[in-house]
Structures are given as C-alpha cells and as structure tokens.
C-alpha cells in the first residue's frame, strides 16, 4: 500500500462514512470466474451495498439478474440493481421491475441509459420509459400494484420499503448535453418523483463534487449526494472512461501516469491521486464513497484503506 494511513473514519466518532461498489456482470461465461473472486474480495470488505449495472437496450438483463441474484443468496451484501430504460417499451420495463422484484432485489438505481450511439436513425419506443424521472415513478408503480394484489407482498414491502437511488452529474452530462445548473434541476425533479438518494458520476476535483452539492443543497435537493469515486491507476482506463462519459482527465494526471512505465508505479500514482480526492470530499461532508471498481478489486481496497475505509475483515 503507498499511501499514509488516515485513522479510521468508518468507526471514528458519530461519522461513519459509507462504501460501496458498483460491479459489471461478466460478458462471457468464461469471465465468470474472475467476476466472483473479485466480487467475493470486494464483499469480504462489508460495503454497505454493491450495485450492478445493467446495458442500455437491456442486453445484460440475464446476466445482471444471475448476479444479483447469487449475491442475494450467497453472500451477506446489500445488492442494488441498475435499471436502465431507453428503447424499451413500458411492458418490458415493468417486466424486467417484476422479475427483479420477485428475486428479492429492493434496491435500485433508476437511469435513462443512454441511446445507442452508433444507430443515428434510432428513435425511442412510442409507448418507452423515456427518463428516469419516468422509471422512478414506474418503479413504485409496479410495487403498488403487486402490493395491492397480495397482501403478503403488501406486508414484506412495508418491512422492507423500496429504496431508489439516480445519477447525478456534478460537471453536466456531456452524453446528454447537459451543464451543472441543469443537472442540478434534474436532481430537484428526481427527488420529487421520489428519489431515495443520488449517486454521482466520477470526477477528478474536490471541487466539482463540493460546488455541486452546495448547488443542489441551495436548491432544494436534501437526498444523501454519495460521491463516486475511480481509483486513477490506469491511463488506458482512464482514456475509455472519457470516451464514455464524456468527463476528461485532468492533462497533469494522464502525463503523469504515462510517464510511468512500471505498472506498479503507476498504480501507486494513482492511487495516491484518488486517495487525496476521496480525502478531500469526505472532509467536506460526503456521506460515503461509491466505487467504480470495474471489476478489479485491488484498486478499489487499496483506495479505501487509503482512506481508511477498509474494514478489518477485508483480503
Ligand atoms: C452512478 C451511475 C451509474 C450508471 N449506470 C449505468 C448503467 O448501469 N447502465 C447504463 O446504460 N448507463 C449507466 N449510467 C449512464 C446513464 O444512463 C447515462 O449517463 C444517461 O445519459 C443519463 O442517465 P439519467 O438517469 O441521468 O437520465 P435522465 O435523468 O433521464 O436524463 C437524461 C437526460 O435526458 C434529458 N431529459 C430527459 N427527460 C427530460 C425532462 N423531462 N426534462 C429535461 N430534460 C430531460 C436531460 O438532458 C437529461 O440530462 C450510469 C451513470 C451514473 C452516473
């Protein structure tokens, strides 16, 4: 580990941050193996919750809820799913919230997804799911009607209510050509369909998260803002994730890391870099870090005992 550590703020005093996760169900069954032992490392250090993403177009769906699902049963980790619902009609949508329901999931991440890029005549479905906004309150929906439908489901559902979580974009979203001020409405409308707490797209200073907060703090927005976080260990990595995102490493940052040839060096570099950022916005009062781990684990521990987030039970 490179970085000094920093006494522990998970059992420090009444501010215990949170940690999560967020993990990509394998593309191809032969990835499966790699995929649990790096989810099993990663729930060895008892986050608060592990998210999962699910593609835009829903082409991950029965991946994502196999993983979900093994995570329900064999381990003792909070899974939240991501549901995303661009293109796909209100039937399939309420589908998909059903089968997840029924495997046991309570937790969501509600998102558009984004529209595929490399298809310029696509057009959404006529009768879609077109935002978030719409699949929060669609989400609540399909718990209301299998509520009123079974009072079993009824009663489960009071002892262990839904909670939905969005994005949010503290720099805009360059996918979606939105600045900050926009995001930050979005963020109002999403708590007033019923949001549960946001969590944030990564960015690389201190000072996007905290001006984003205070922005959305002045404008109504009271929902717990946890800030994700990338460990900042690869220029490759760092490189695709632009070209998904549309958030760009600082020049200083990517010149640096590829000054280093030594993977290891590197990584240190990197993790030094996230470790100071996660710092930085845990002293200005995030509730907790989410990880972007894509699915490696050492990053994602080495930054969290960096900050000294890393419980005691963790490989
Ligand atoms: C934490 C996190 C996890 C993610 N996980 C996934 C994942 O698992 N799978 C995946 O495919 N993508 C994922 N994404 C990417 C996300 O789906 C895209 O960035 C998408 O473009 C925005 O999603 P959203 O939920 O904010 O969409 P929305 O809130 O629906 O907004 C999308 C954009 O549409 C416009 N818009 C739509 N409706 C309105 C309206 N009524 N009024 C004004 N503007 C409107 C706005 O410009 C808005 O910014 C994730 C992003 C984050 C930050």
Redesign the pocket.
């Known amino acids: 580990m490179v970085a000094e550590a920093h006494p522990n703020p998970r059992h420090n005093g009444h501010r215990r941050p949170t940690v999560s996760f967020?993990l990509?169900p394998p593309r191809r069954p032969d990835a499966a193996p790699n995929f649990w032992e790096t989810a099993q490392k990663l729930v060895a250090a008892r986050p608060d919750f592990v998210?999962?993403?699910?593609?835009?177009?829903g082409g991950d769906r029965a991946t994502s809820q196999q993983v979900l699902s093994t995570l329900l049963a064999g381990t003792p980790v909070l899974p939240v799913a991501?549901?995303?619902?661009?293109g796909a009609s209100r039937e399939d949508v309420s589908e998909v919230i059903g089968d997840f329901l029924e495997s046991g999931v309570r937790s969501f991440?509600?998102?558009?997804?984004?529209p595929p890029r490399d298809q310029p005549d696509w057009r959404p479905a006529s009768d879609g799911i077109?935002?978030?906004?719409?699949?929060v309150r669609l989400l609540r929906q399909v718990e209301n009607a299998r509520c009123e439908a079974d009072p079993g489901a009824a009663l489960r559902g009071a002892a262990r209510p839904l909670t939905i979580?969005?994005?949010?974009?503290p720099t805009g979203?360059p996918?979606?050509?939105?600045t900050r001020e926009?995001?930050v409405?979005?963020l109002v409308?999403?708590q007033e369909a019923g949001a549960s707490f946001a969590?944030?797209?990564?960015f690389y200073e201190a000072s996007a998260y905290t001006d984003f907060v205070a922005a959305a703090r002045a404008a109504g927005v009271t929902i717990p803002i946890l800030a994700?976080v990338l460990p900042t260990t690869e220029p490759r990595r760092l490189r695709r994730v632009e070209e998904l995102?549309g958030v760009t490493p600082p020049t200083r940052l990517l010149a640096e890391l590829d000054n280093l040839d030594d993977p290891e060096a590197q990584h240190a570099h990197g993790i030094a870099y996230s470790v100071r950022l996660a710092r930085e916005v845990l002293d200005a009062g995030a509730p907790g870090l989410?990880v972007?781990t894509f699915n490696k684990h050492r990053p994602a521990l080495d930054l969290l005992e960096g900050v000294g987030l890393l419980a005691r039970t963790a490989a």
């Open positions: 967020e990509m998210s999962v993403t699910y593609g835009a177009g991501h549901l995303t619902c661009v991440l509600a998102l558009r997804g984004d077109h935002s978030s906004i719409e699949l979580a969005v994005a949010t974009f979203n996918g979606a050509g939105t926009q995001e409405r979005r409308e999403k969590i944030t797209q990564l994700g995102t989410h972007y």
